[in-house]
């Protein structure tokens, strides 16, 4: 459901870092939203020097980029948290000033969103969305959840 794309230059991150930085942000998008962090996804793009400018020069070699599409929900400083969660676990994560991170949250309604062949439901009514979905597809998601739960030594955490 929530899916954050994180853009960063060759060689700054690496295979641990990203798989910590992606359990920091489903986790801070649950804590935030309350969304199954089983249902969340980060994607990791790799820049190289001569793919991002800001201002006609190129842009900060130890920045990062983040952008959120969650399900909109008016709910006070909700997106505040997040950026704000997100920045943090950067800059703690990546050793890096925070004025190296860029984080956008794009709002989108339920329907503007599909996933595993359905529209996304409303936030707050993912059970029965859960429930539509084919068994194999609900099983691998109840996978993920009990890894979430019981994580392995080898296992997210």
């Known amino acids: 459901m929530p899916t954050y794309e994180c853009y960063t230059h060759r060689g700054q991150v690496d295979a641990a870092a990203k798989a910590q930085l992606a359990a920091g942000i489903a986790q801070i998008h649950h804590e935030v939203t309350g969304a199954p962090i ?8 790799t820049l190289d020097p001569d793919d991002h400018f800001i201002g006609g020069q190129p842009a900060h070699a130890h920045g990062v980029w983040i952008h959120g599409h969650i399900r909109s929900k008016p709910t006070g400083d909700r997106n505040k948290r997040i950026t704000a969660g997100i920045s943090d676990l950067l800059t703690r994560t990546l050793q890096i000033p925070s004025s190296a991170v860029w984080v956008y949250l ?4 339920h329907g503007d969103m599909l996933e595993f062949g359905h529209a996304l439901p409303e936030p707050g009514a993912e059970q029965g969305w859960l429930d539509n979905l084919l068994p194999k597809v609900r099983n691998q998601l109840a996978a993920r959840k009990r890894a979430e739960i019981s994580p392995t030594a080898d296992g997210p955490s």
């Not at 089983?38 to 793009?45: G, K, N, V």
């Not at 794009?106 to 309604?109: A, D, I, Q």
């Open 38 to 45: 089983m249902l969340s996804q980060c994607i990791f793009h």
């Open 106 to 109: 794009n709002e989108l309604s």
